[in-house]
């Protein structure tokens, strides 16, 4: 397969990864969970996922908050409230959340470059696998149809501290951690609007919560009815 070079990009702007290109591998430049992409037109023959949607490159609004995202070399970790608000604004079937910033960095390798900004771009295969459908066990964020486990760390590990989380694992058993529920329903609190929490019907009637329980950000995060397998 043709390689493709590195960007001439020299900064993190809105012209970087724009919606309606596609992406392509850079070779020869992996590190850690694999290699970077470039932004290339979508019938480049290196080309593997189209750029569906992208945020604005925009300076972070708030200091660091738990969530869980499938965002390269970050799962489990902290990220930023646009990183969390990007992922929401894909669509259903996203294969990848893209750190364009991370990826930059880890193309030119200068922090300089992106200037205390932030940006992501919404990623989905042209080809199958597409990890973004209901029950494939990954994606972008977390829906309907989609299977997930209860744990006490990120790892799977015994966590000090108590708190636990809901995973995302493939529905077909396949992943490391078997599936314990599925996804009836996705939604935000309708407490944020004044109301009454949401009632889950019989058939699934698990309710939790798919992120940490973790700062006033929480609020905002969403609460799946879910079905126990």
Known sequence: MPTVTAPTTVGLTDAYFPAGQCAAPIR???KGTGPPYVSVDCRHVS???EIT??????????????????????????????????ARSCADNTDLLLDLGQNLLQVTGAASVLGGLEAYACLRNLEAPHP??????????????????VTTSTDG???TDGVTVTLETPCDGTGANRPEYRLARVFIPTYLKGD?????PKNAATRLSLSVPS???????????????
């Open 28 to 30: 020869g430049k992996a």
């Open 157 to 159: 590990t015994r966590a």
């Open 215 to 229: 700062t006033k950000f929480e609020l905002f995060s969403p609460a799946a009815c879910a079905e126990k397998l």
């Open 132 to 149: 973004g459908d209901a029950g494939m066990g990954g994606g972008a964020k977390m829906i309907v149809g989609d299977c997930v486990y």
């Open 53 to 86: 949607k992208r945020s604005a490159t925009a300076v972070p609004p708030r200091p660091d908050v738990p969530t869980f995202l499938s965002i390269p070399g970050r799962t489990g970790k902290s990220v930023s409230a646009l990183a969390v608000a990007a």
């Open 196 to 200: 009454t929490n949401e009632v889950c």
């Open 47 to 49: 080309a593997v996922a």
